[in-house]
Every structure is written in C-alpha cells, then in structure tokens.
C-alpha cells in the first residue's frame, strides 16, 4: 500500500516569527518583570521551545534589547509618518504625540515594561538608560525639524 504524502506546510517568515517572540515577551516582560518573564514562559506563549526562541535571540539580554528596539522602531515609522505629510503646529504635533500615547495604551505589557526598567535603571551608564536617551534624543530631534520644515 502506497503511503500517502501531505503536503508541506509552509515555513514561516523568520521576521514573522521574531516578531511574535518580541510580542509575547513585551506582556511577559511587563507582567512579570525582566527576572521572572523566563525563556520558558516566553518559549511556552509562542509554542516553541527555550532553544527555538535562543535560535532568534541568543540570550534573554539580547531578546530585552530586540523588544526595546522592535517598539522603538514601529514608534519611529509612526512618528516620522505624521510629521512628514505636512508641516505641523505645534498643538498638532502635540495631539499627534497624544494619539501615539493612546494607541500605546493598547499594549499594557510595553507600558508596565518601562516602568519597570525604568524603575530598575538607577545608573545614567546602564544600557538601558543609554537606550531611553537615545530615544528621547531622537524624538526631540523628530519633533524639532517638524518645526522648522
């Protein structure tokens, strides 16, 4: 009797799949803090094993640092989506930053996981604070050539 063949499954987009990972850890993340999201946890909210998700990132630092940068990055197109349409006031500017924080709040785990590492962060020479400045930079930077375009 001939065995009967399935089709393959399609693979999944790497880019897809990272990004599931840094989604699922940024509740984890803010849920549980950086100490108690573990790799299992994170492993077990995105159906793959501890190795599979430090096949993306390769420990939890670095999966830290991808979820900083993923939502920075989204923040970024966001932001410079806005403000390049059109010169802006600066009340609409303003509003435009409002609505961000709203559509922010529509990711709690990402709100709790900066107050958390915020929080944690005592030293301005931490990578994480180092982070949040650049960011903070960055959006100053954003906002001002928005104001003199």
């Known amino acids: 009797m001939a065995k009967s063949i399935s089709p393959a499954k399609p693979k999944r987009v790497r880019r897809d799949r990272k990004d599931e990972i840094l989604e699922k850890a940024t509740a ?3 849920e549980y803090g950086f100490q108690g999201a573990t790799l299992a946890r994170i492993a077990e909210a995105t159906g793959l094993t501890e190795p599979g998700v430090l096949h993306y990132f390769p420990s939890k630092v670095h999966l830290l640092q991808g979820v900083l940068e993923y ?6 197109e966001r932001y410079s989506g806005m403000l390049q349409k059109e010169k802006k006031s600066v009340f609409e500017i303003l509003k435009l930053h409002e609505g961000v924080l709203i559509e922010e709040q529509k990711t709690p785990g990402l709100i709790q996981l900066f107050v958390v590492l915020v929080g944690k962060a005592s030293e301005a020479t931490t990578p994480l604070m180092i982070f949040l400045w650049s960011v903070t930079a960055a ?3 954003c906002m001002w050539s928005s104001f003199c375009a």
């Open 28 to 30: 984890l993340f803010g």
């Open 71 to 76: 939502h920075d990055r989204k923040e970024v």
């Open 139 to 141: 959006c100053a930077r």
